[in-house]
């Protein structure tokens, strides 16, 4: 019994050393529940940032998809590789189809999309770097169709950013798992940052 338990032990240990824990969320809050993870491959010359959306689709099994492309006069072109997870999910333009009231799972990736330095307008972009990021809900975040005075509650998984890295975003610092509920105008205009 005793050694079952110390290889138990080792085996949890070495589960939560390499980020295998998970977040726990609640499961309903206020609003429509969306959760956000966030997965960052740092190379010394680039970064991608992996973003999962998680949401549960409506009775109808169709709705607006929201995908960041515009912001303060800006052309966007940071998010790459969107696609649908779930089973029985279709994203076709601004529209996305899903079995009815099923869990919708959405991926995608976001890049640095300016050339050069972190210089005006750059600002208005997500800026992902091998040293930091720094997004907006307004530049990284696609999501259903939402109404800016819409209560939600909103998941955000960071615990696969670098280990190095100080996370700021407006929900918190420093805390991987955070959990917001609110209306969404307060998500699309926070700021997340991480480096």
Known sequence: MFGYSVRLLALVSAACAVGVAQCGFPVHGAGRLLTFTFNASVTPTATVLHITLKFKGGPKGVEGIEVPTEWAGEKLHGIVNLRALSKGTVIAGSIIRYRPN??????????????????????????????????????????????????????????????????????????????????????????????
């Open 102 to 195: 099923h869990p919708v799972v959405l991926a995608y990736d976001l890049v640095k999309d300016f050339a050069g330095r972190f210089n005006y307008p750059a600002q208005f972009h997500g800026v992902v770097l091998p040293e930091y990021l720094e997004i907006t809900g307004d530049n990284a975040l696609v999501r259903p169709k939402l109404d800016g005075r819409a209560p939600v509650t909103v998941n955000f998984d960071w615990q696969k950013i670098p280990d190095s890295w100080v996370l700021a975003t407006s929900f918190g610092t420093d805390n991987r798992c955070q959990t917001y509920s609110g209306p969404w105008r307060d998500v699309q205009y926070a700021l997340f940052t991480a480096g």
